[in-house]
C-alpha cells in the first residue's frame, strides 16, 4: 500500500482492481470456490460481502477513537459478527430458496479474511467516509470476482446462466464439481496476472 | 613451447564428461514404437474406431503443444515424441465408441494445463494422459462408460456394447463372469489375449508386455515400478477378492482384467512422475497397487488404476525424500 493517501475514487477502484481480493491479495478463496458452481448463488454470495464490508468498515471507523487497542481484535469480530446476522436473517426471511443452498456459506462470513483484514488494516486507522468507500470497493472486487468465475462454471460445467439454460450438449461436469473451482479461479488468476503485467505494467500478483 | 604444451594441455571441464546415446527424443519414441503392438491389437478387435480415436488424440495433443508454443514464442517441442506419446497413451486409455470432441478436450487438458503450464515436459506433477483421462471420466461419466464388444471383424458398424470384466465382477460377482466368458480357462484366454471390452489398448495384455518386454530389455524402465505394483495387486486380490472370507480371491482376474499392465509398466514408470530412487520406487508401486485394490474392491468406481497412479503422482516428491540414501561418512547428529 503506498503511504499517500488515496481520494475515495481511488479506493473503490483499488479495492476493485488492484487488491482484489481473490485474483490479487489471494484471500477469501474458500467461498470462490465453494458457492461459485452458479451465477445466483455467487451474486448472492457477492452482495451479502459488499453489504458487510461496507457496514463493517463504517462501523470501526467510527468506533476507531474509543475501541482500546488491546481489545480491538474482539470488538472487530463482535461488529462483523452483528452485521452477518443481519444479513442471514434477512436473507432466510426474504430469500429462502438461495439461502437454503448457501446459507452456511453466509454465515461463515464472519471468518472471511477480508473483512478482517480491512477492519485492521484501514478502517481503523482512517476517517468514516473513506473507510466507506474502502469497504465498498473491497466488496464489489470480491462480487466481481465472484461473478466471473460463476460466470464461466456454470456456462461450462450447466451450459446456463442463472439456471437459464443457454448452450444445448452434454456440459463439462467437472466444472461444477470443486475441482473445477479450482481450475476455474486458477486459471482466471493467471489470466489477471498476466493482464496486468501485459498491459498496466505490473509485476503480478505474489500472494501478499 | 608451442606445439608441444598443446598436446599436454588438460581440457578442463564440469561433469558428466562422458555421454550416452539416449536422448529424451530417442526414449520417447522407443516408448511409442513399444505401444504399437497393444495398438495393433486394438485395431484387430475394435476396427477403425480405435485408429481414430488414437489418432485424433495423437493429433490434437501435439497441435496443442506445438500452438501453445510458438503462440508463446517459444521453441516447439513437439519433435521429441513427448506429446505424440502423452496423445497416444490417453487414446489407448479412451473406450472406442467416444464421440469425436472427446480425444480432442482430453487431450488439450493433458498437455496444456497439466504439463506446459507448469512448466514443460520433466516439471509436470502428474502423468499429462492421466489427468486427461480423469477430467474427461469425471466430466462425462456417462460417454466415458459406454465399452463395445471387441468383434474381431474390420468392419463392425453395429458395435453392441457391455460392461468390462471388471464392471461385471463389481456388480454381478465371479460367476456371472465365467458364466458369460463359458469357463475359467477361457476366460483367462480371452483376457490375456484382449478379447474384452474395455479401453483401447488395456485389452491385451500379451500385446502390452511384449511392449514391456522391449522397455525392459533396453532398460528404459527397472522392474521395480511395475512388479511391485503387479504384485501388491495380486496379494490384495488374493487376501481380500474372494467371497468366502481371506485368501480365497482369484488374483489372476484382478491382474489382467482392467488397464493394470497398461497402467504399471507405461504410466506409473513416467520419468517425471515417479520417484527416482529404486527404494522409493518399490514404495510407489506397493502404493498404487494398494489403491488400486481398495477402489476395485471397495470404491465406487470398478477399476482404481488411474486414480491411484495418480494420488501417488501426488506423494513422489515425499517418497524420494523420505528414501534418500545417508550420506557417505556422516555421522548421526546427538540429541542433547
Known amino acids: ?208 | 613451447m608451442t606445439t608441444e604444451a598443446k598436446a599436454h594441455e588438460l581440457i578442463v571441464s564440469v561433469s558428466p564428461h562422458v555421454r550416452g546415446q539416449e536422448t529424451v527424443a530417442r526414449i520417447m519414441w522407443t516408448v511409442n514404437l513399444s505401444l504399437l503392438p497393444a495398438f495393433i491389437m486394438s485395431l484387430y478387435y475394435f476396427g477403425p474406431l480405435a485408429a481414430f480415436v488414437t489418432g485424433l488424440c495423437i493429433l490434437s495433443a501435439v497441435l496443442a503443444e506445438h500452438i501453445y508454443q510458438t503462440s508463446l514464442k517459444k521453441k516447439s517441442t513437439i519433435g521429441d515424441g513427448s506429446a505424440f506419446l502423452t496423445g497416444f497413451l490417453l487414446g489407448l486409455n479412451l473406450p472406442p465408441s467416444v464421440p469425436f470432441y472427446i480425444p480432442i478436450i482430453g487431450s488439450v487438458i493433458a498437455i496444456v494445463i497439466t504439463k506446459l503450464l507448469f512448466g514443460g515436459l520433466g516439471y509436470n506433477v502428474f502423468n499429462p494422459a492421466l489427468i486427461g483421462r480423469a477430467f474427461l471420466l469425471i466430466s462425462f461419466p456417462k460417454l466415458m462408460t459406454v465399452w463395445s464388444e471387441p468383434t474381431a471383424q474390420f468392419i463392425a458398424m453395429d458395435a453392441k456394447t457391455t460392461a468390462t470384466p471388471l464392471g461385471i465382477l463389481k456388480e454381478e460377482g465371479l460367476s456371472k463372469l465365467i458364466e458369460i466368458f463359458g469357463d475359467k480357462t477361457d476366460l483367462y484366454m480371452s483376457l490375456l489375449m484382449g478379447n474384452r471390452a474395455g479401453s483401447l489398448g488395456e485389452t491385451s495384455v500379451i500385446a502390452l508386455l511384449i511392449g514391456a518386454a522391449l522397455l525392459l530389455y533396453r532398460g528404459y524402465i527397472t522392474w521395480h515400478i511395475p512388479f511391485s505394483f503387479v504384485a501388491t495387486v495380486g496379494v490384495m486380490a488374493w487376501a481380500f477378492g474372494g467371497q468366502g472370507g481371506l485368501f480365497t480371491g482369484d488374483p489372476l482376474i484382478h491382474l489382467l482384467s482392467g488397464g493394470l499392465i497398461l497402467g504399471a509398466f507405461f504410466m506409473a514408470t513416467d520419468y517425471v512422475t515417479c520417484p527416482s530412487i529404486r527404494k522409493g520406487q518399490i514404495i510407489f508401486g506397493i502404493g498404487c497397487g494398494a489403491i488400486t485394490m481398495m477402489i476395485r474392491l471397495k470404491g465406487g468406481f470398478p477399476e482404481g488404476v488411474m486414480f491411484a497412479i495418480l494420488l501417488m503422482n501426488c506423494f513422489a516428491p515425499l517418497i524420494d525424500r523420505g528414501v534418500k540414501s545417508k550420506k557417505f561418512g556422516a555421522v548421526k547428529e546427538q540429541k542433547k
Open chain 1, 1 to 208: 500500500m503506498s503511504l499517500k493517501p488515496k481520494t475515495n475514487i481511488e479506493l473503490i477502484k483499488n479495492g476493485m482492481f488492484g487488491e482484489n481480493t481473490i485474483f490479487r491479495m489471494a484471500i477469501s478463496l474458500c467461498p470462490s470456490i465453494a458457492v461459485t458452481n452458479g451465477m445466483k448463488n455467487g451474486v448472492a454470495l457477492g452482495i451479502s460481502v459488499v453489504f458487510v464490508q461496507t457496514m463493517v468498515n463504517v462501523t470501526i471507523s467510527a468506533m476507531r477513537k474509543f475501541i482500546n487497542p488491546k481489545i480491538r481484535i474482539p470488538i472487530f469480530m463482535l461488529v462483523i459478527a452483528g452485521y452477518v446476522t443481519i444479513i442471514d436473517l434477512l436473507m432466510a426471511t426474504y430469500a429462502r430458496p438461495i439461502y437454503k443452498e448457501i446459507g452456511l456459506y453466509i454465515q461463515i462470513i464472519v471468518a472471511f479474511a477480508s473483512i478482517f483484514a480491512r477492519a485492521e488494516v484501514f478502517a481503523s486507522k482512517n476517517k468514516v467516509f473513506s473507510s466507506m468507500c474502502d469497504g465498498l470497493g473491497m466488496g464489489i472486487g470480491f462480487l466481481l470476482a465472484m461473478v466471473v468465475i460463476s460466470f464461466f462454471r456454470e456456462l461450462l460445467g450447466k451450459g446456463a446462466l442463472f439456471g437459464y439454460p443457454i448452450v444445448s450438449g452434454s456440459p463439462l461436469l467437472i466444472m461444477i464439481l470443486p475441482a473445477g473451482g479450482f481450475l476455474a479461479v486458477g486459471l482466471l488468476m493467471g489470466f489477471f496476472n498476466w493482464i496486468d503485467m501485459r498491459f498496466f505494467g505490473g509485476k503480478g500478483a505474489s500472494g501478499v
